[in-house]
């Protein structure tokens, strides 16, 4: 009888201890998934070989740290906005922000309905359906800018949403005159919400491809961050060193190792029929909201006294512009360079590049207007970096280079294809040098945790650089709002850009690095909004870079 009652007992022991480890590795997966919410994702271990052949779910990435972890949500969770379910009903438009019956009005002024320099204009904007009932959700995507464009001055407006159908686009009044108010609806809260399902759900959405080719034999075969399940084996390309992902389905009959270039396929719409209709240009998406009164204010000098409302805007915007000069607001000021003066200022300094064609403009525009920079003729299209010029007189140097997939472009070849963190850990700089960033353009179409996991990989490099070098310039370029030439508008909808560049702010926020805001600069100024933003603009954000560089010296 006491062996048994023994046996009972051991076994009683046993299955405790077997229900404990079960729980502990159930609760174990749901912290590991929480963090990657709508993600069906199997971890590899780092450093495994490029071209090992593995064959995975649809996303796959390396493991990261508890704190990158933690980061990623907490970034995520600080740019979610609210959204409104899509009405299942086919005639659901209708209960869509319709822009044509919505309106704004300027609230009154200071005692006397009065305005100064000094002051905060505040709009409230009243949003109405297609039936015209208002709407009782917020969610909505909305712009706003405040312009004179005599005096050729602007300046972006600040937005609070009451999640009640109504919305307060708040305005730093920062010249005397005229200045006109004006709003602009980019998607409706219900659009907001596909655009975010699609981001989660169809992170392959763009699609790229490689080509592969030994002697004779040559295969292209489909490339992403994130591949769908299928009975093709996979090719892992995750790079060895900033540990980032990325794979293609293997040729049949070649190996991994004989990939020869990266260019973009194409893309996949997902958009529903009556999903399609929340994307209607000069419908509901990127039309202007009119006035149900006056649209313009006079603001007058400032007259000593108390300058600014209070409103529930606790930001400021990052600059303005006015007579067409771009005056940022805090910081540094902004110096205006003529060629001799960008000469001197870059004299024995090397300026290196890396990123996007959005930084590239850059590049493009000191070539244009320094007489003494020659570029190379490295003999490959203007898309392939690297890109190279030199001032042999003045010993100044100027480089840029585009970073790694996802990159949306003409074939590249693979050898030219380098992960911005590894250029920055391999760069041998000091305090000649100055680094500039641009990279978010081609991340609009993949999910956001894919963008914070490459900027961190980034950033981890210019910590490094910054410690080891201290006397190096960073300077980092956010993201713009873009035109509506796309034939898909939800593929590079200002929505994700808007997202790329709170994540970008988000990310390098703290560190001595130095932020050129071109989201505010594009909005702000009264040219139209592009993707490559025009000279006039480009010439301002050069400005700010240079008197970063060359800083202004007070007496």
Not at 112 to 130: C, R, Y
Not at 156 to 171: M, R
Not at 428 to 446: M, Q, R
């Amino acid at each position: 009888m006491k062996t048994t009652s023994c046996t009972r007992r051991d076994f009683s022991i046993i299955f405790l201890f077997v229900m404990v480890y079960a729980l502990i590795f159930v609760l174990h997966q749901m912290d590991i998934l929480q963090f990657q919410p709508e993600v069906n994702s199997t971890i590899i271990m780092p450093r495994v070989s490029p071209h090992r052949i593995v064959n995975h779910r649809f996303c796959t990435f390396q493991p990261r740290s508890p704190q990158d972890a933690l980061e990623e949500r907490l970034i995520l969770d600080s740019i979610a906005r609210p959204e409104n379910p899509l009405l299942p009903s086919p005639n659901s438009l209708e209960q869509t922000t319709d822009p044509a019956h919505s309106t704004f009005t300027i609230l009154p002024g200071r005692k006397g309905g009065q305005w100064h320099v000094g002051d905060q204009l505040e709009a409230m904007i009243q949003t109405f359906d297609f039936q015209g009932h208002p709407k009782k959700s917020g969610g909505d995507f909305l712009t706003a800018s405040l312009h004179n464009r005599k005096l050729e001055a602007g300046v972006a407006g600040q937005f609070v949403d009451h999640l009640n159908g109504s919305y307060s686009a708040v305005f730093s009044l920062l010249w005397e005159g005229d200045a006109r108010v004006e709003v602009t609806l980019v998607h409706p809260g219900e659009a907001v919400t596909v655009l975010n399902r699609i981001n989660r759900q169809h992170p392959d959405r763009v699609y790229y491809k490689s080509l592969y080719r030994s002697g004779s034999l040559s295969e292209t075969t489909p490339c992403n961050v994130c591949l769908r399940s299928t009975q093709q084996p996979v090719c892992n390309h995750t790079d060895l060193r900033s540990g980032e992902p990325w794979f293609c389905y293997k040729p049949k009959n070649l190996s991994c190792d004989t990939r020869i270039n990266h260019f973009k396929a194409g893309y996949d719409n997902y958009l529903s029929a009556e999903e399609n209709k929340l994307f209607q240009s000069g419908v509901n998406m990127k039309v202007s909201i009119q006035a149900a009164g006056p649209s313009n204010v006079t603001v007058l000098p400032e007259d000593g006294q108390l300058k600014v409302k209070s409103s529930s805007v606790a930001s400021l915007p990052s600059g303005y512009y006015y007579q067409g000069v771009w005056r940022a607001l805090g910081g540094i000021t902004v110096s205006q360079f003529n060629t001799s003066a960008i000469t001197q200022c870059l004299k024995g300094k090397a300026v290196h590049m890396y990123g996007d064609s959005t930084v590239r403009q850059w590049f493009d525009f000191l070539n244009a207007v320094l007489p003494g920079l020659k570029e190379f003729d490295l003999h490959n299209p203007r898309h392939i970096a690297p890109l190279k010029s030199l001032d042999n007189e003045n010993n100044i140097l100027v480089s840029y280079r585009c970073h790694a997939p996802p990159l949306l472009s003409l074939p590249i070849p693979i050898r030219e294809l380098r992960y911005t963190a590894n250029e920055l850990d391999d760069l041998d700089a000091g305090p000649n040098d100055v680094v500039v960033l641009g990279i978010w353009a081609h991340f609009t179409t993949s999910p956001m945790d894919i963008y914070i996991r490459r900027l961190q990989s980034i950033r981890r490099a210019v910590v490094q650089l910054l410690d080891t070098n201290p006397g190096t310039l960073v300077i980092v370029r956010t993201g713009n709002s873009r035109s509506l030439n796309d034939k898909v508008p939800p593929l590079n909808s200002d929505w994700y850009s808007l997202q790329c560049d709170k994540v970008l702010k988000a990310m390098f926020k703290g560190l001595k690095v130095h932020l050129i805001d071109a989201w505010e600069m594009t909005l702000a100024h009264h040219l139209p909004l592009d993707l490559h933003p025009p000279p006039p603009i480009i010439e301002n954000m050069v400005n700010s870079m240079l008197s970063y560089v060359c800083p202004q010296k007070h007496g």
